[in-house]
């Protein structure tokens, strides 16, 4: 699936990039948070030393920023998106990851807002929406 990206979208990418040095390869601004995905290899540069490269976005942006690795290997990208991954399961009917259960609701966020954003990210990058935590 191809990604298109409105105007705003482009600006918060190119904020972004600018300000850490990373190379962003998708953005999802929802609500409060702001979720980039940047290529394979650069979330300590995207995170900078200490957090202080996230925290200047985030106090540029007034938003909560969360950086996700992007991988071309579903598994290792989904272990990004989900660190707490113990098992994935991926057939042609669904992708299952199992967690401990103490970081369950951890990983499923409130309201399923955690899974959401990676399902969205899955859809993008993979053409999979059908992640499911057990």
């Not at 600018?18 to 540069?45: A, H, P, W």
């Not at 579903?74 to 259960?101: A, M, Q």
Request: glycine share 6%.
């Amino acid at each position: 699936m191809k990604v298109i990206f409105d105007e705003n979208k482009i600006k918060l990418i190119d904020l972004f990039q600018r300000m850490t040095g990373s190379n962003t390869v998708d953005c999802i601004d929802n609500d409060d948070t702001i979720y980039f995905l940047v290529k394979e290899g650069q979330y300590g540069l995207a995170v900078g030393k200490g957090g202080i490269k996230i925290k200047n976005v985030e106090s540029r942006l007034k938003k909560t920023v969360k950086i996700f690795e992007y991988s071309e290997d579903i598994e290792k990208f989904i272990r990004n998106l989900i660190p707490d991954t113990k098992e994935i399961s991926i057939t042609d009917e669904s992708i299952i990851v199992k967690v401990k259960s103490n970081a369950r609701a951890k990983v499923i966020g409130k309201s399923g807002k955690n899974m959401k954003i990676a399902n969205e990210f899955l859809k993008r990058h993979f053409n999979r929406d059908d992640l499911k935590v057990k």
